[in-house]
């Protein structure tokens, strides 16, 4: 996930080349992409991101300012103390949606569509927050663009914001 917060005209678009989680980090367990960003989710249940953090789709505290904040090394997002485990990880635009084993879903970044809490809350930007549209014997998440899905025990499907696709 490279794309679109490069802005260094003397430097390619894309640009393929390996990274290394933290000595920290435990074995890798789900990989998620978008073109902006990266996560990985470890086998101890942390959640390892980087990339573009523009609108805060890295979960970290840090606003943008005058062009982009960029993280080219991995960093580990804090877990709620509602969470104890992440099991996946899946990534929009310029958003990052967290699904914890209880069946909830975080949510965070980038939100004025409406994919982080649906159509009643839509901030333009959010730390990592529980997303109730999104959260309740989830057993699957998706995102793409400006939106969010996820899908429960029962076969039940849910997507929130600018879905004009399916996930």
Avoid: Y
């Amino acid at each position: 996930g490279w794309g679109k917060c490069i802005q260094v005209p003397s430097q390619p678009l894309f640009e393929q080349h390996q990274v290394a989680l933290p000595p920290e980090a435990r074995e890798p367990v789900r990989v998620a992409a978008s073109d902006s960003h990266s996560a990985v989710v470890d086998s101890s249940g942390e959640i390892w991101l980087f990339g573009c953090d523009r609108w805060l789709q890295l979960g970290q505290a840090t606003i943008w300012k005058g062009g982009s904040v960029w993280r080219n090394s991995p960093v580990r997002l804090g877990k709620p103390v509602a969470c104890s485990r992440f099991v996946d990880a899946a990534l929009g635009e310029d958003h990052t949606l967290a699904l914890c084993e209880d069946g909830n879903v975080w949510a965070w970044g980038r939100g004025e569509h409406g994919q982080l809490f649906g159509e009643a809350k839509r901030p333009f930007t959010s730390p990592p927050v529980l997303s109730a549209v999104l959260s309740g014997k989830t057993v699957g998440i998706g995102a793409a663009q400006h939106c969010s899905c996820r899908q429960r025990a029962d076969g039940v499907q849910t997507c929130v914001g600018s879905c004009s696709t399916r996930v």
